[in-house]
């Protein structure tokens, strides 16, 4: 009886630690003067049978994706702004990731983070300015193409049977 109240603590505990840990991840896009908090959202996971050929079963894939043609929150030009809250994570590990856009629907090109081609939050690539405890404002130094793209970090952990990535998806217009 004792091991089972220790084995239900241990994991209420490493429960609520996780929860803590990925709680307060924020990043902000700013248009002009104001502040747009960019919505979170969890992907979508597809598994799509391999084929199967004399009784071998060819690897499966996995496809990747968010409902909707366009994110809710869009930059009004291609050097957009972000304030970046990481909670303690790294800025390094954070990633920038182009979707491809389909009708209903945005796909990521990748099932992997690291398959897929990321652009890294760093200074090779970004300016990158300390803006409070955690804070850091961020802008690209080239500009962006016009279209769909998330934020991620390539260390978080997957969410669910599919592995899916918690993102901050956000456009960039004409």
Request: with cysteine; proline share 6%.
């Amino acid at each position: 009886m004792k091991e089972r109240i220790i084995k239900i603590s241990l994991a209420v505990a490493l429960i609520s630690a996780t929860c803590t840990a990925s709680k307060a991840q924020e990043i902000t896009l700013l248009s002009g003067d104001v502040a747009i908090p960019i919505t979170k959202q969890q992907t979508q996971t597809e598994k799509k049978p391999g084929w199967k050929i004399v009784d071998i079963q060819l690897k499966d894939k996995l496809k990747r994706y968010l409902w909707g043609r366009k994110a809710k929150q869009s930059a009004d030009n291609n050097s957009p702004r972000f304030i970046i809250d990481t909670d303690s994570l790294l800025l390094s590990d954070l990633v920038v990731i182009k979707l491809k856009q389909k009708k209903e629907y945005r796909n990521i090109p990748k099932p992997q983070i690291q398959k897929n081609k990321c652009i890294h939050v760093d200074f090779s690539t970004f300016h990158i300015e300390p803006y409070g405890n955690d804070l850091f404002l961020i802008h690209p130094i080239e500009p962006m193409e016009a279209g769909e793209y998330i934020f991620t970090w390539k260390t978080a952990s997957p969410v669910g049977e599919m592995e899916d990535w918690i993102v901050w998806p956000f456009s960039i217009e004409d």
